[in-house]
């Protein structure tokens, strides 16, 4: 019997794992799947290791890094002693995975990579590490596969995940009449981040660019998309300052916010992505600590930031990054998108190209067929 390992470090790489091991189970039902995981690989079959939680802090506190230690030594541990699988797949985690991949290469073992870490965005270096460690990576992203094949690296490109498991576009009118929405007036949806430190600075400008919005165009309407991750705490006192835009606040829907809106206000991020899978209009802004721009500004491998703009290498989003972050800025771009038509139409257009280019296959069938061809 065949034994796989997956080692994932959060909910979403969990969730594309366990599409995977869907597939690979339908293909080989007699393999056996032991994993570093969630509740999502566990609810199709796979027995725990252990559960990933403990590795999904964010931050470089040295009891975090301490437990990450301990953490790879009993992993590598058991693999070698007692597990001995025939095949590890990392998924997505690149700081952890890419590290323990040194170990777990001097042991011998056959790994191969699923969602790399974005080495095409920052860090170019670590591609020395995957070239020595990774017998084999599975991107989501067909330019990442010209870099990969450029440095020797054993690759290929198996689709993007997302593609599947977006849900459906919701019905406009529906949506509208259960939350009161006015089907006369244009729809903007604000998604300021689901990092605390991300609404801090970004919540503020992007209330201010509404209300230049409103001031000049009435017949706009808005609502806040709140993070699970975002307490009403932080959010209610700042939108008391503005409450003549009568802002509506919406939990838990992300996806129907991203498919119904007229355009969309977004902290830099996957949802970008969602966004233009939607086929939906938008500007991406960020705003950060100067001194942890100044590092990105040092580690960066392309001047983009989102990634529709990315996979077309054409600037097709507006990137409203640092100085560029402000109220004016952002309001004047968004008007465009709103009452421009021949704008607005160009930038649809560009986005239906996002989805066809990652539309090579299911992600998760590809994956699970390499899978099980190699191991």
């Known amino acids: 019997m065949k034994k796989l390992f997956i080692i994932t470090g959060e909910y979403s790489g969990d969730k594309h794992a366990s599409d995977v091991v869907k597939e690979l189970k339908k293909i080989r039902p007699d393999i056996q799947i032991e994993a570093v995981g969630g509740e999502n690989l566990a609810n199709v079959g796979v027995k725990l290791f252990c559960d990933h939680s403990k590795m999904s802090a964010m931050g470089f506190n040295l009891k975090i890094i301490l437990n990450h230690i301990t953490l790879g030594k009993r992993i590598a541990k058991y693999l070698k002693e007692e597990y001995k699988p025939d095949m590890v797949l990392l998924t997505d985690y690149g700081g952890f995975n890419l590290n323990l991949s040194k170990v777990l290469s001097k042991y011998g073992f056959k790994i191969y990579y699923y969602i790399p870490p974005q080495i095409w965005a920052s860090r170019k270096w670590r591609l020395n590490t995957v070239k020595k460690c990774i017998n084999k990576v ?3 992203f067909p330019f990442e596969k010209e870099m990969y094949e450029k440095e ?4 290929e490109f198996v689709g993007h995940p997302l593609l599947k498991q977006l849900p459906e576009k919701t019905n406009r009118n529906d949506f509208f009449d259960l939350y009161n929405f006015d089907k006369n ?4 949806s604000i998604f300021p981040g689901s990092r605390v430190f991300e609404i801090n600075n970004l919540l503020k400008i992007f209330l201010d660019a509404a209300r230049i919005l409103k001031n000049k165009n009435p017949d706009i309407q808005f609502v806040l998309c709140q ?9 209610i006192p700042v939108l008391e300052n503005y409450s003549d835009l009568n802002i509506k606040i919406l939990k838990h829907k992300n996806y129907e916010l991203l498919s119904v809106s007229d355009a969309l206000m977004l902290a830099s991020g996957t949802v970008a992505l969602e966004a233009a899978l939607y086929e939906t209009p938008m500007i991406i802004s960020y705003r950060g600590p100067w001194f942890l721009y100044f ?6 491998c392309i001047k983009r930031v989102s990634l529709p703009n990315i996979i077309l290498d054409k ?13 004016e800025i952002i309001a004047d771009n968004l008007s465009k998108i709103l009452f ?6 160009n930038m649809l257009s560009s986005l239906k190209n996002v989805k066809q280019k990652l539309m090579i296959s299911d ?5 699970a067929n390499i899978i099980s061809n190699d191991i």
């Open 138 to 140: 599975l991107t989501i």
């Open 152 to 155: 020797g690296i054993d690759v």
């Open 185 to 188: 007036k244009k729809l903007v």
């Open 227 to 235: 993070a699970p991750s975002i307490k009403d705490s932080i959010i």
């Open 295 to 300: 590092i990105y500004l040092l580690v960066r």
């Open 315 to 327: 600037d097709v989003i507006p990137e409203l990054i640092q100085l560029k972050a402000k109220p």
């Open 340 to 345: 421009d038509n021949n704008y607005r139409n």
């Open 363 to 367: 992600a998760a069938t590809k994956t």
